[in-house]
Structures are given as C-alpha cells and as structure tokens.
C-alpha cells in the first residue's frame, strides 16, 4: 500500500508541463476569487476553445450533434460544460463536478457606519472559517452593485498595487491578557468582523463626515448611493495574487484554493480531451460552502434542465431518456482533501491520509461520525476508477478527512448521487483549508489534472 511522491517520476518534460500549468492556475486564482469572476473567467478560456453559449443555440433553433462543445451558464454564478461524444447521451455522462465559492466574509445589505471618527462595513462570514484568522491582513472587496435602473457596477478594490486595501482590526497584545484566555471560537466574534475602510472627515460636515466622505468618494468613482448596497453583493477576500510557496517553489499559496484547485484541474481535463466516447461534463457550481443550496447551488435543477435542453437540441428528449442518462453516468465529485500536517499529527490517522506530492486524493466517503451525510462511493466504481488511474499511470492516494470522530465534511457527492449515478469524492490536498491563505502541491495539482483528463477518456 505504500505511495510514493508524484516528484520522483518527473522527467523535464513533465516538470515544464506542470510548471505550465501551475502558472495559468494561479493566474486563475487571481483572476477569479469570487464564483462570479471564476464563471466569467471559465467562459473566455472555453470559447477560445471552442465552446458555445447554449442559449444562443436554443435561440437560433440551432442542433447539437456529436463532436460539439456546449456551456450553459446559471446566473453568472455556476457554469455546465459538455463535449458532447460519439455514444449516445443515454449512455451516460463522465462529469467532472467542483464548486467555485470559497469561505470569505460578505459585507450585509445595510452596511456602512460610522465610530469614533471610523467609517466601517458591517459583515456576515460566509462559510466555515477561523474568524481569527481573518484579522491585521490586507483585504480586498469584490462584487457586484446591481442599480434599481437595471445596471451592474463591477467592484474590484484592492488587488492592483495602486488601490488601496481594506482590513478588520486586532487587539494589541500589549492589553489582550483577557482576550488571550478566551476559546479560539470567541477570541474574534462574528459581529467584530468589520472592515476598516476610512477615517477622513468630508470637509465642512460636522456629524458622520468620515462616512459621508466615504459616501462622496463611491458617488464618485462608481455612482453609488448609499441605498444600493440594499442590492449588492459584495465580498471580501485577501488582497494580492497567489504565490509560489517554499524554497524549492514546490508549492502553491493562494485564496480559494478550496476548491478553485479542482475547478481549475477539471477544466484544463475537459480541453485536453479531445473526441471523447461519451459525452465529458464539467460543472463548476456555487455555494458548496453553505449547503449547495439556492438556484446556483448543486441542490438546483439547473444541471438536470441543462441536460433536458441538450437532449431536446439533439432530437433525443424523453423524459425516460433524460433519467437513463443521469443514472449511467459516472462522476468524480472534484473537491479538495486535508493535507496531513506534521505540525497537528494527532488530528491524523496516517495509514489513511492524504499527503502532499502523492498526487491525486480519492475519498470513499466523506461525512462526519458514522460517516454521516456522506456519499460512499461503491467499491464496484472504486475499482473501475483505480483501473483507469494505474493504467494511465496516475500517482493517487486513499484518504479519509482526520480521524474518526475529530470532525469532518461534506462536499456535492451525494447530491448528483441522487440520480442513481456512480459517484466518488476526489481531488487535491491542501493546508490550511479555509484559512485566508491556503496552500497546495504542484505535484499534485498536475496529478490530479491528468486523473480528471484519464477519467474522461476512459471512464
Ligand atoms: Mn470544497
Ligand atoms: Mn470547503
């Protein structure tokens, strides 16, 4: 059962080629730190590749045949790719399914106040995190501001060297005797996430002038009111692109990596595949972090819709169809795995964890206590899945999230499931999970992109 590191078997040309690809990915990431931008971003690499909008098909009452290259797009949040393949859709699909929201902190609909000579945005955190961590380090705001008159202002504040930052503000260590007593969970609270965002009076006004500067200083630049932020959504995440990370720049730092990674991964997997057998599916979706929930989430008809209105551009659509087509396929539900850290080693049962540099992770399952919530996969699919990976001579590994009891997860498995389909958890490993700066393995982002890609060739 021994697995051994991804790095050993490289030769120049594979080090270029994951250098290659480890450089558009974080080009990904900084492009792309809002599910919005990640859709935006996926749509102009796919129609270089090729891909067309699916409503314009619809319409121009145009067909979809065999060989061509489809995406639909569901409120600009969450996004379905098909390369549709010689054997009939009811076949089934090969799909490769990630999410593209990450932990953040989104600023609420009644935001702006001013204190002691500080004007603020109050917030609501969105996702797991630490709230510790997001204190004392440079945060960027992204979003949207839709206007009443129909228009969507695009925000971006903080990412170009010139803008300035944001921040939430700490405790000085010098008067934290009793903050430092308290649990992690209640050193930073929830309603103490506001962002700092100014703190010079508008001249001439004498109540709230730091706000109404503020106020002033927004009309201005992107013709907001106060009241649009009714209509906003806006989200704050850390400032500045991702990183090459150790000394020997094996690694990758970056926000969103969870699950950015295998979005990514995914996607470069569906434009290598060229000509597949059956139909290859990507699905990027939002608001994993909070349930799948909401029209964009994985819970949303939008996938199965998708499929209906291929079928129906193909001449195929039933209703009996359609289901057989769900239930045939087969996917790889492409999340990120806990990296095993020698720093927090009992947190671990390393006979089943995931390290870093043995490429690609599988999960049987994923859940918590009793593996509640969890999809586990059938050892049936395992097997068949392993088949493809040793005959494409993929380094991958066998995880489960820590030891039993110690917590868990869950990720959009068993949603998809629930079509009768063939579904296991897989992707790459990382540290610092949902913390502000998350880091991964180049090794295993290249491995688990060749998975992914092996997958839809031969799944
Ligand atoms: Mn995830
Ligand atoms: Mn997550």
Redesign the pocket.
Known sequence: MKRELAWNKYKNKQLKELESLCKGYKEFLDKGKTERECVTETIEIIEKAGYKNLETIIAKKQKIKTGDKVYAVCMGKAIAMFNIGKKPMEEGLNILGA?VD??RIDIKQNPLYEDTDFAYLDTHYY??IKKYQWVAIPLAIHGVVAKKDGTVVNIVIGEDEKDPVVSITDLLIHLSADQMSKTASKVIEGEQLDILIGSKPLAGEEKDAVKKQILKLIKDKYDIEEEDFISAELEVVPAGPSRDTGLDSSMIMGYGQ??RVCAYTSLMAMLEVDKPEKTSCCLLVDK??IGSVGATGMQSKFFENTVAEILDRMDKFKELTLRRCLANSRMLSS??SAAFDPSFASAFEKKNAAFFGKGMVFNKFTGRGGKSGSNDANAEYMAAIRKIMDEEKITFQTAELGKVDIGG?GTIAYILSLYGMEVIDCGVAVLN??APWEITSKADIYETKNGYAAFLKKA
Request: glycine residues 22%.
């Open positions: 999410h990450s932990p996702g797991g969870d699950d994993e972090e999340d990120v997860g999970m949902h």
